[in-house]
């Protein structure tokens, strides 16, 4: 796909300086929304780092979605495992146990399964870090929004909705810490 394409089938908001385009991923074999978050509203246009995220992400290996999948449980079983979920403990079972019941979840490919792929999300504010990054944003199978991290097309931490991307250019698992 070139950056031709990509300007052609994204429909832009003026207002708020932000296009979206669909775009089929070969990692997921599905079609997921691109957002681009221009600095500017003065001409609907994605910088030449803001094309090269998107053909890191649809560069992505097979290999990279078994990196997701053990996040996705990872994120799993941290928020089950502080949060309060109101799941009741069956005789002899702990909190966390009654949470992964409730919820369906067993392991990792649980995880994916009941996660949901939200959008990827680039910004032009981006353009100005040393590494080019993009963010896969998913809903949880414990309901919160994350970002996957993508750092110069490798997958390398995942965090919060609305992390601050500056922070991994220092340390590429700075989420973990």
Not at 1 to 26: F, H
Not at 92 to 98: R, V
Not at 149 to 172: A, H, W, Y
């Amino acid at each position: 796909m070139t950056k031709e394409e990509i300007l052609e089938k994204t429909t832009w908001d003026y207002y708020i300086a932000m296009g979206t385009c669909p775009v089929y991923v070969p990692l997921f074999e599905k079609e997921i929304p691109f957002i681009f978050f221009q600095d500017s509203n003065l001409t609907p246009s994605i910088t030449e780092k803001m094309f090269e995220c998107v053909k890191d992400i649809l560069a992505l290996e097979k290999l990279e979605l078994e990196t997701i999948k053990e996040m996705l449980w990872e994120e799993c079983y941290f928020a089950f495992s502080v949060t309060d979920y109101g799941c009741e403990p069956i005789a002899g079972e702990t909190d966390l146990e009654a949470n992964f019941r409730e919820f369906g979840i067993s392991n990792k490919e649980d995880a994916y399964s009941k996660s949901e792929i939200i959008e990827i999300q680039i910004a032009q504010e981006y353009d100005t870090y040393s590494g080019r990054y993009a963010e896969i944003k998913i809903n949880s199978a414990s309901d919160n929004l994350i970002s996957i991290i993508v750092k110069n097309g490798k997958i390398i931490d995942f965090d919060d909705d609305g992390t601050n991307l500056g922070s991994f250019e220092e340390d590429e698992q700075y989420a973990k810490k």
